[in-house]
T-cell receptor, first 111, second 113 residues
Framework: NAGVTQTPKFRVLKTGQSMTLLCAQD?????MYWYRQDPGMGLRLIHY???????AKGEVPDGYNVSRLKKQNFLLGLESAAPSQTSVYFC??????????FGNGTRLTVT | SQQGEEDPQALSIQEGENATMNCSYK?????LQWYRQNSGRGLVHLIL?????REKHSGRLRVTLDTSKKSSSLLITASRAADTASYFC?????????????FGKGTKLSVIP
């Protein structure tokens, strides 16, 4: 039982490049979330999904896109990376209002 | 915007002492959750307390909830070096079917052996 798996673990991008972060969960959870964590800011919600084929904006969605084509996967895309998107990105999943299960994060640096 | 705010931002104690962290929130809630984050890792759920509960225990952890004051506290008794981590409170927005959590900025706990 792997839980929530994020790939890649580390990535360095140049400004303007694009990339996709992958999140996979094997717990059959309906809800999936993408958060970013910056020093002194706590976790902030980027986008979330309440089921396959659905997505919604969170607190800080600008510059990101997401897709949930399969129930077990939630993809976070950066179309044109900016230095302000340097952060640690966490994916999480849950069943309704039960506790979130987190991945171990992707550390992204944009130069 | 931050729903929950933890206090203090940082706490340093000796092994064996108790650690208390507080969380204040702004709007009505259905439940409040506490998470722990070890350095370089994802968050791990500790306790969920619902709005109709006042106190909950799990091992060395004790959580209280005061909905009239919109506050919660997390007490770790007989702390160990392994408890060194950041602790976050999190709340879902009000309203049926809304489950996305808003996290505070966390309390960084250091337990000195």
């Amino acid at each position: 039982n792997a839980g929530v798996t994020q790939t890649p673990k580390f990535r360095v991008l140049k400004t303007g490049q694009s990339m996709t972060l992958l999140c996979a969960q094997d717990m059959n959870h309906e809800y999936m979330y993408w958060y970013r964590q910056d020093p002194g800011m706590g976790l902030r919600l980027i986008h979330y999904s309440v089921g396959e084929g659905t997505t919604a904006k969170g607190e800080v969605p600008d510059g990101y896109n997401v897709s949930r084509l399969k129930k077990q996967n939630f993809l976070l895309g950066l179309e044109s990376a900016a230095p302000s998107q340097t952060s640690v990105y966490f994916c999480a999943s849950s069943y309704a209002d039960l506790p979130l299960h987190f991945g171990n994060g992707t550390r992204l640096t944009v130069t | 915007s931050q729903q929950g705010e933890e206090d203090p931002q940082a706490l340093s104690i000796q092994e064996g002492e108790n650690a208390t962290m507080n969380c204040s929130y702004k709007t009505s809630i259905n439940n409040l959750q506490w998470y722990r984050q070890n350095s370089g890792r994802g968050l791990v759920h500790l306790i969920l307390i619902r709005s109709n509960e006042r106190e909950k225990h799990s091992g060395r952890l004790r959580v209280t909830l005061d909905t009239s004051k919109k506050s919660s506290s997390l007490l770790i008794t007989a702390s160990r070096a392994a408890d060194t981590a950041s602790y976050f409170c999190a709340t879902p927005p009000g309203g049926a079917g809304s489950y996305q959590l808003t996290f505070g900025k966390g309390t960084k706990l250091s337990v000195i052996p």
